[in-house]
């Protein structure tokens, strides 16, 4: 893994460098969440991905982000504590997480 050169927003290219071949999860639209509404998160999403990988060094593991069934929104509060799960009220700010939280 390189780490020279980081730049402010890495391409595909610049992040499978480092990470490996094919470690990217590249969505198409139909497989992006109708909760994921900002314009620049899709597309980045579609554009460059995201890294499915196990960085145990780190302790990171998105490799999970394959999953089809993964996907379950949650509002920032609901995860920060502010408010408890599935008590559904307008959230602030949406925040998307695939896997399990904890």
């Known amino acids: ?12 290219a610049w992040l499978e460098e480092r990470l490996g071949e094919g470690s990217l999860w590249r969505p198409d ?11 620049g998160s899709r597309e980045f999403l579609l554009a460059v991905g995201f890294p499915a990988v ?11 982000v394959r999953d089809e069934d993964a996907w379950e929104p949650f509002d920032a509060d609901e995860i920060y504590g ?11 700010e949406l925040l998307l997480h695939r ?3 904890g």
């Open 54 to 64: 196990d960085l145990d060094v780190v302790g990171i593991d998105t490799r999970h």
């Open 99 to 101: 896997g399990p939280l």
């Open 82 to 92: 502010e408010r408890p799960p599935r008590r559904r009220l307008p959230a602030h």
């Open 29 to 39: 639209e139909a497989a992006l969440p109708a909760e994921l509404t900002d314009a």
């Open 1 to 12: 893994m390189k780490s020279d050169d980081i730049p402010l927003v890495p391409d595909a």
